[in-house]
């Protein structure tokens, strides 16, 4: 009896080892891509892929700026509309992903960066999953013409300064109007429009 207890006891500690390295395998979300789309009212909702079973989520979070957001929900598939993403690693596609969801108000201008919280990381990152960080624009750059380019590094003129490149799609180039708003639509700009009847444009 005493042989069989010691036998047992030194099983003991294996089975929490093991037992342990489960949670933890369970306690990561192991994010594979994250993409973001910008909310007509301002808001941001960041999408985070990762290759955990919908029982175990959501899980985890991001920093954004150094401020950590946890996940609220998760949806799958990707929504269409989603197209700025980071990028995909360690061998996934949209596919083999659910993304799990938070959505930040109005972060201001300028760039931000989005990485992942610990226990949403990838572990033992390697490749492009080495540095799983991503950097963000807001509000979105525009580029009207879709061509990749951004409107202000197509000329590299904005003269009135409503984000719109004077030489390819500013369709009121002498006075900012950043809805671009043509309501005939003419290819002039309203505000360009009623100026020139109001003699307030050349």
């Known amino acids: ?13 294996l089975i929490l080892l093991a037992a342990a390295l489960v949670v933890t395998a369970r306690a990561r979300a192991h994010t594979a891509n994250i993409c973001w789309r910008i909310e007509g009212n301002g808001s941001i909702t960041i999408f985070a892929g990762s290759w955990h079973t919908p029982g175990e989520l959501p899980h ?7 401020n950590t957001l946890s996940f609220t929900s998760f949806v799958d598939p990707l929504p269409g509309d989603v197209s700025a993403c980071r990028g995909y690693c360690c061998g996934n596609d949209e596919s083999t992903l ?14 931000h960066t989005v990485t992942t919280t610990a226990d949403s990381c990838i572990e033992r990152p390697a490749g492009p999953c080495a540095d799983f960080a991503v950097d963000f624009t807001y509000p ?12 202000v590094c197509e000329s590299g ?15 009121c180039p002498s006075l900012a109007n950043p809805d671009q708003s043509d309501c005939q639509p003419n290819g002039i700009g ?13």
């Open 1 to 13: 009896m005493k042989s069989k207890q010691a036998s047992t006891s030194r099983w003991v500690p």
């Open 60 to 66: 985890g979070g991001l920093i954004l700026d150094g």
């Open 98 to 111: 659910i993304w799990q969801v938070v959505s930040v108000p109005d972060p201001g201008s300028g760039t």
């Open 140 to 151: 979105a750059p525009v580029d009207c013409n879709n061509n990749g380019i951004d409107d």
């Open 157 to 171: 003129i904005d003269g009135d300064g409503d984000g719109f490149d004077d030489a390819t799609c500013d369709n």
């Open 190 to 202: 309203d505000v360009w429009g009623l100026a020139i009847s109001d003699g307030a444009a050349e």
